[in-house]
């Protein structure tokens, strides 16, 4: 039998050879949906002996759910397409001799013989790759119930922690104003430290039910980087904290596709943190830009501040990690925490370069499509 046109010499031993030397599973198919020939490959796959399904019907080789439409769809394809036709791909199952099912993707390229229009079908076992897709698929389903777990908790937890908190500031007020006159000094101090703790701990319960409400209830718009950046920096400025001069440098920034409220947060988290670890005497400096590369912006906030040892980075995005003192520097040390959550909100990375007592420079991406 001969096989393409301008092949007519090639022997069909020839032709065999060809489709063994192949690593898929081959099979060419006539208008009929009978199998004219196949590799060796199809053998290992399916169990069967050449001789038993040369001949046959390619419904040998399917369940019933799918077999009963294959000679239909196969003159349907054969009556649609031409030689120079792209192969379709599919996947389904197949059938071996001992009635095992198992998973294939499948794909049809028809070709011009000497006895007409065929179907020369590729067929690679998939079992693996849906083994590994079913697995993927469990792990993050299994993920995601971790973190609505993870979320309730946390909310519970810090809602009620906020219950016996108001009943000890509620009581350390009363103490305080009906019995201050009994108490000596180390009292007072006693109750001035309590007073502290509770509002620091009021601090850390609303910081916690923030950072686990991000992106809940947010949807992705448009976002003007500039406009945003120009209203985080009004706050800055007009807020009691800040008495010194500020220096801004602001490049042109992009409009994107985000989450306004979280991204804005980024950003005053960003500019506060550098506020915040500026150096004595010395007015500080923060640059903002964004550069992009491929669909990708990414953003850079650069400081003059007091700079950190680069073998600290992971540690200051942790949740409640601090570097320095509460009281060299107060704070609850969640800030970049929100500041990593946001970004992989926005499928993103952060990540820093700094260098003792010269600055820090932190740098995110934002991978959605830009608008302009």
């Known amino acids: 039998m001969s096989t393409t046109k301008g092949v007519d010499t090639i022997t069909e031993v020839t032709f065999q050879a060809m489709l063994d030397a192949s690593p898929n599973a081959l099979i060419l198919i006539n208008s009929l949906g009978n199998i004219m020939y196949m590799n060796a490959y199809v053998e290992k796959l399916f169990a069967y002996k050449r001789d038993e399904i040369i001949g046959k019907s390619i419904e040998i080789l399917l369940p019933r759910k799918f077999s009963n439409n294959h000679t239909n769809y196969i003159q349907s394809f054969l009556k649609k397409t031409s030689k120079s036709s792209n192969d379709i791909e599919h996947e389904?199952?197949?059938?071996?001799?001992?009635?095992?099912?198992?998973?294939?993707?499948?794909?049809?390229?028809?070709?011009?013989?000497?006895?007409?229009?065929m179907i020369l079908t590729s067929i690679i076992d998939i079992t693996?790759?849906?083994?590994?897709?079913?697995?993927?698929?469990?792990?993050?389903?299994?993920?995601?119930?971790?973190?609505?777990?993870?979320?309730?908790?946390?909310?519970?937890?810090?809602?009620?922690?906020?219950?016996?908190?108001?009943?000890?500031?509620?009581?350390t007020e009363i103490l305080t104003t009906e019995y201050n006159n009994l108490f000596n000094n180390e009292v007072t101090k006693i109750f001035s430290f309590l007073n502290e703790s509770t509002e620091r701990m009021k601090e850390l319960i609303a910081e916690l039910l923030d950072y686990n409400r991000l992106g809940q209830k947010s949807i992705l718009e448009k976002v003007d980087c500039n406009q945003l950046i120009n209203e985080v920096i009004q706050e800055c400025l007009s807020s009691s904290l800040y008495?010194?001069?500020?220096?801004?440098?602001?490049?042109?920034?992009?409009?994107?596709?985000?989450?306004?409220?979280?991204?804005?947060?980024?950003?005053?988290?960003?500019?506060?943190?550098?506020?915040?670890?500026?150096?004595?005497?010395?007015?500080?400096i923060i640059r903002i830009s964004a550069r992009k590369k491929n669909l990708t912006w990414v953003f850079s906030v650069e400081d003059n501040g007091i700079g950190m040892d680069?073998?600290?980075?992971?540690?200051?995005f942790t949740i409640f990690q601090q570097l320095h003192s509460k009281?060299?520097?107060?704070?609850?040390?969640?800030?970049?925490?929100?500041?990593?959550?946001?970004?992989?909100?926005?499928?993103?990375?952060?990540?820093?370069?700094s260098i003792p007592d010269q600055g820090t420079t932190i740098y995110f991406t934002i991978n959605t499509k830009s608008i302009s």
């Open 310 to 316: 680069m073998k600290f980075t992971q540690k200051i």
């Open 327 to 353: 009281e060299k520097f107060p704070g609850s040390g969640i800030g970049l925490s929100h500041c990593k959550k946001i970004v992989e909100l926005h499928d993103g990375d952060i990540w820093l370069k």
């Open 128 to 171: 693996k790759r849906k083994k590994a897709e079913e697995n993927h698929k469990n792990y993050i389903k299994r993920l995601e119930n971790k973190n609505k777990e993870l979320e309730q908790f946390t909310y519970v937890a810090s809602h009620d922690l906020q219950e016996p908190l108001k009943s000890i500031t509620g009581l």
């Open 92 to 117: 389904l199952c197949a059938l071996r001799k001992d009635n095992t099912e198992f998973p294939v993707e499948v794909q049809f390229n028809p070709i011009e013989t000497t006895l007409g229009k």
């Open 243 to 284: 008495k010194e001069k500020i220096h801004f440098k602001i490049e042109s920034l992009p409009n994107i596709l985000g989450h306004k409220n979280e991204l804005k947060q980024l950003f005053k988290h960003l500019i506060n943190n550098s506020l915040k670890f500026k150096k004595n005497k010395t007015e500080p």
